[in-house]
C-alpha cells in the first residue's frame, strides 16, 4: 500500500478527518502536489462513481466521499498555487444549472489560479442569466468556464453560450467548457473556444486562450 492507496481508501470511506493528515503527511514525505491529486484523491472518486452506478453505493456515500475529497484539496491548494504569480488574466467558474457537482469544477478554479488567473467562482446550479450579468458587470473578464457534470445539465453549456451570444458579448470572452460527460464534439456543437478533459489541461489552455 502506497500512501496514495490510504488517500484513496480514506476519500472512499468518506474519513474526512483521515484525508487531510495524509494528504499533509504525503506532502511532508516529498510527494508532488500533483501526483497526490491524480493519484491519490481522483481515482478515489471514479472508483465511488462506478459502485454507485453498480448499485453499491448511494447518494450518501458519494456525498461524504465528495466531502472528504474537499478536505485533501484545502490542504493541497496552496502547494498548487504558484506563489506570488502576476495575473495573467481573469476568468469567472460556474457548474451549470441544475447541476450541483462542484469537486471539479473546484478543481479547475484551482488549477488556472496557479498559472496566475484571477478567478471568480460562482458556485454551483448557476444560470446562464448569472454568468451575463457577471460579464455586464465585468467587463475585463477574458474567460468563462463552464462545468457540467451531468448529461441531462450539459445542454446549460449551450444555453450559456447563447444567452452570452444574445447579450452581445460573445466576442469579448473565451469560452472554455468540460465535465466528465463533456467532449470535444459537444464543445464544437454548441460553439465553445476550447474543451479540456481535466483541470491540468483547462490551466494550459486558459493560458493559450489569453496569449492568443
Ligand atoms: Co453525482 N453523478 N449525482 N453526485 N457524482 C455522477 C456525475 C455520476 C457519473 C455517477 C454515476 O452514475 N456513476 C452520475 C451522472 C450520470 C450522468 O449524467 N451521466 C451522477 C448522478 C446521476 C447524480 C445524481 C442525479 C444522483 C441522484 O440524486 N440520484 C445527483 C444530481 C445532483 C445534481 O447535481 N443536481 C448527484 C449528486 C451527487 C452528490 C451531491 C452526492 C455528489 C457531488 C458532491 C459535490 O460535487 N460537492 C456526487 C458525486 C460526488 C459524484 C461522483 C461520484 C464524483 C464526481 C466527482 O467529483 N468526480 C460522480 C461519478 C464520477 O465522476 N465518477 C457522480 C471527481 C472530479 C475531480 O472529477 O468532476 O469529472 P470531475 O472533474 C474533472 C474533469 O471532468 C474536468 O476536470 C476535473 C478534474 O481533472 N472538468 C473540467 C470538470 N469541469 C471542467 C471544466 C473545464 C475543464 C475540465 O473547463 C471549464
Known amino acids: 500500500m502506497t500512501i496514495y492507496d490510504d488517500i484513496s481508501s480514506a476519500v472512499q470511506r468518506g474519513k474526512r478527518k483521515e484525508v487531510a493528515p495524509l494528504v499533509q503527511q504525503a506532502l511532508d514525505e516529498g510527494c508532488d502536489p500533483v501526483a497526490i491529486l491524480n493519484e491519490g484523491l481522483i481515482p478515489a472518486m471514479t472508483i465511488v462513481g462506478d459502485k454507485f452506478s453498480a448499485g453499491e453505493a448511494f447518494v450518501p456515500e458519494m456525498l461524504v466521499a465528495a466531502r472528504a475529497m474537499a478536505a485533501g484539496t ?7 498555487a504558484a ?62 468556464c463552464c462545468s457540467a457534470l451531468l448529461t441531462t445539465t450539459m445542454p446549460e453549456i449551450g444555453a450559456t453560450i447563447r444567452a452570452i451570444e444574445e447579450a452581445g458579448l460573445r466576442d469579448k470572452v473565451k469560452v472554455m467548457v468540460g465535465g466528465a460527460p463533456v467532449t ?3 464543445a464544437d456543437e454548441v460553439g465553445a473556444d476550447a474543451y479540456t478533459p481535466d483541470a491540468g489541461a483547462a490551466a494550459v489552455r486558459a493560458v493559450e486562450l489569453v496569449r492568443g
Do not use: C, W, Y
Open 83 to 144: 506563489a506570488g504569480a502576476e495575473p495573467v488574466g481573469k476568468a469567472v467558474i460556474g457548474t451549470v444549472k441544475g447541476d450541483m457537482h462542484d469537486i471539479g469544477k473546484n478543481l479547475v478554479r484551482m488549477m488556472i489560479e496557479s498559472k496566475g488567473f484571477e478567478v471568480t467562482d460562482l458556485g454551483v446550479d448557476v444560470a446562464p442569466e448569472q454568468f451575463v450579468t457577471f460579464l455586464q458587470e465585468h467587463d475585463d473578464v477574458d474567460i468563462v
Open 74 to 80: 484545502e490542504v493541497l491548494k496552496p502547494h498548487l
Open 184 to 186: 470535444q464534439a459537444f
